[in-house]
């Protein structure tokens, strides 16, 4: 087994910024909005969301199970909102998807400070693997977006695998792929009850990105380290001098 340090990195709101989605709805209801005048976008914003909330269970369901895929889904959505603006044209609601589809890929981005702690861990050697939850369809739409697959020895999607974060079993995958023990294996993520409590439990180092800078929660389990971004990590594994 490899002493050598390794990485585990989480995907949303670790790597993949999250941040603008509002602000993309805004933009696909504008373009939705054009499809049929009298169609306000804030109006359909605000139907579109409270569906998507209301269904939210079980519209994650059928993406993890695999009985939708993302279109098919979206397409679903938009005839709801469309009909609650009156609207009963199913030509419409498959536009208005593929608009959705189209928007949200072209907004799926890194945060700043992820390609360059990367490639920093990547020219010392540093062995990486990525553990994400959530559907397969959809995660894996991410990563091919994004194009950040070559970076890691192995992606484990929970759909896929069959655990979820914080159970152990989906660390110990992550573990063997990289040939690596625990405690020389270090997981970076944004959530304190899955990402770092599921760290913790399998004695991982664990980095909690807080990048807004929120307080700890006193429920909370601690980190071994909190970072704002991801520059300081080369740092934080003795690789390089801290920022």
């Not at 993890?64 to 959505?77: I, N, P, R, Y």
Request: proline share 7%; charged share 20%.
């Amino acid at each position: 087994m490899s002493t050598m340090p390794s990485v585990v990195f989480d995907l949303d709101s670790t790597l993949l910024d999250n941040s603008s989605y509002q602000a993309t709805l805004v933009e696909i209801c504008r373009q939705v909005s054009e499809l049929n005048p009298g169609l306000e976008p804030g109006q359909l914003q605000q139907i579109n969301s409270d569906i998507w909330t209301y269904n939210k269970d079980r519209y994650m369901k059928e993406l993890w199970d695999g009985t939708k895929d993302t279109f098919s889904l979206g397409e679903e959505v938009w005839e709801l909102t469309l009909a609650q603006c009156g609207i009963q044209a199913r030509s419409i609601a498959r536009e208005a998807a593929r608009i959705h589809d189209a928007t949200e890929a072209r907004h799926f981005r890194l945060y700043a400070d992820a390609r360059s702690a990367v490639q920093a861990l990547q020219q010392v050697g540093i062995r990486m693997a990525l553990v994400t939850n959530g559907p397969s369809q959809l995660q894996r739409r991410k990563i091919e977006i994004l194009g950040i697959a070559p970076w890691f020895e192995s992606v484990l999607v929970s759909a896929e695998v069959g655990h979820s974060k914080p159970e152990p079993e989906i660390y110990g995958l992550a573990l063997a792929s990289l040939d690596a023990d625990p405690k020389d294996a270090w997981f970076v993520g944004d959530n304190l009850y899955t990402d770092i409590a599921g760290a913790n439990n399998v004695g991982m180092p664990s980095v909690w990105v807080n990048r807004t800078g929120e307080p700890l929660p006193p429920d909370a389990p601690a980190p071994t380290h909190e970072v704002r971004t991801l520059a300081p990590l080369p740092g934080l594994m003795g690789l390089e001098p801290s920022a």
